[in-house]
């Protein structure tokens, strides 16, 4: 078997788990097991690939389902960047469904909790390897659903209120969406991602405009995107959300849903909606850099006021990602490489300290730092994983935080210094907001208060899958800060494909997609060098 029919793998494994466990629902411990064993496969699928195409002549594998040529049929693509995306929302997904085994309740997990856990997978899966917009939409759609289910799980008031808001802003998004994949349609006559990096390309070489009203639609698209990855000002849905559903489930959120709305950003923009010099490109581009600064520091300054681990880790998610805007405003190679690796790192620790709060409401009955303390005695090795886990999110160097936001900031000196400024006001402000819940959940010597409410149900199962989910999440932590070079190198090469999309186009479009492209550019070098030429005394 080729290994590009491997690939429709991570869409087939959690699809046809998804369905098995509707028909499980009442068999919950086999249910688990399957679930674990498909998000392993998964996992192994995604690393071993990645291992492969280090050493593969374009790092680049293509299947075209049924056999239909690109751009006319659908086009699945693993590269490196949906690989390391792919390999780390795999071991994200594994980590917090364990976890959920000692915080859902026995009832919520026998209505279609396991299979809406796989169906929220096959949807982030899907959106990490399609190759064009339309299937982009339809991955989101298959995502949003499962989280609507998700989100509800308990049926509070509360959670009906947040759950809303969440589904009525993302109906309008996913509007916004399609309409603008028709505009997009109805402007290239396509929609596969390397046929349109290859009419923007064209168009380039020949000196010609892109046609009237793509940079509108380029903003368009913009806002979609940013309303997933909860960029401002479009973040508004995410605290409340995240605050009101289960842990485990809020945990998998904030590793996850917020990471595929950046993803589209970094593989549609650089290498199609603001590649190059565009018109485009000059409105996108301080729209982001704006929107970075304002992400991280408003973001942080939340983070800071609030007094409830739960909200503070939420806020959070919002002020980490303005450092990947950061590194899609800077759009070279070296920023979206860091963008990558801060990316993957984020989802790994951001989702391992919502396991870590779900362990102290566990230990507390409550996640308010006034009524928690003392923690450190009674369970010092959740006291470690949290330190590390938080230190990471900082970015303390050698851990895993540090890399990414080295490179970013660093990059970002030359070009958008304010931007650089703004990073590192927001990672010592990080730093102040995780000191604080350290001091009031571990280090303060008050006893930490136990509640036994119906919400929090302290009694609900074991502790032990809670802890095998946090060091699953930590332990991959570590080894993103102490084995960063391997994992950068792959980063490198995303970033470098995103930059200069040429190995991307022949990849899916075939070796001849770019020869009138290379005849334009070759004309074009002629007439610039007979001209320099002609002045030259």
Known sequence: MKLENLIILFVAIPMGTGVIGVLLKQRVQIARVLGVLSFLATSALAVGLLVHLRSHPTGILVSQMGAWPAPFGISVVFDSLSGLLLAASSLV????????????????????????????????????????????????????MASYCLLTFGGTRLQMTQAYKYVLLNLIGSTVFVIGAGLVYGMTGTLNFADLA???????????????????????????????????????WLPDTYYTCNVSIAGLFAGMLTKVGIYAIARTFPMIFAHGGSDAAKIVMPILAISAAFTMFLGVLGAVSHHNIRRILAVHVISQVGYMVFGLALMTQIALAGCLFYMIQHMVVKSCLFLCCGIIERHTGTDDLDRSGGLLRRDWYLALVFFIAAMSLV??????????????????????????????????????????????????????????????????????????????????????GFGAQPVYEIAFRAGRQLADPDEYIVAVLGPGALDEVAKYRATSAQLAAGRAAEVTP
Request: hydrophobic share 55%; net charge positive.
């Open 93 to 144: 997904a594994l980590g917090c469904y364990v976890h959920s085994f000692s915080t859902v309740e026995p009832t919520a997990e026998k209505r279609y909790f396991h299979a809406l856990v796989q169906l929220l997978m096959f949807g982030v899966n899907l959106a990490f390897l399609t190759g064009d917009l339309f299937n982009l939409f339809v991955s989101f759609e298959i995502m949003l």
């Open 198 to 236: 290859l009419f923007v390309a064209e168009r380039q070489a020949q000196g010609r405009a892109l046609p009237p009203g793509f940079a509108a639609l380029s903003i368009a698209l913009l806002l979609v995107f940013g309303l997933k990855g909860a960029i401002f000002p479009l973040w508004f």
């Open 395 to 480: 970015g303390l160097p050698p851990l895993s935080g540090f890399f990414g936001k080295l490179v970013i900031v660093r990059e970002g000196w030359d070009t958008r210094w304010w931007l650089s400024i703004f990073g590192l006001l927001t990672g010592a402000l990080t730093l102040l907001s995780m000191l604080k819940i350290w001091s009031y959940c571990f280090w303060s010597p008050q006893a930490a208060a136990i509640e036994r409410t119906p919400e929090n149900l302290p009694n609900r199962g074991s502790l032990r899958p809670a802890y095998a989910g946090a060091t699953l999440l930590v332990l991959v932590a570590l080894f993103l």
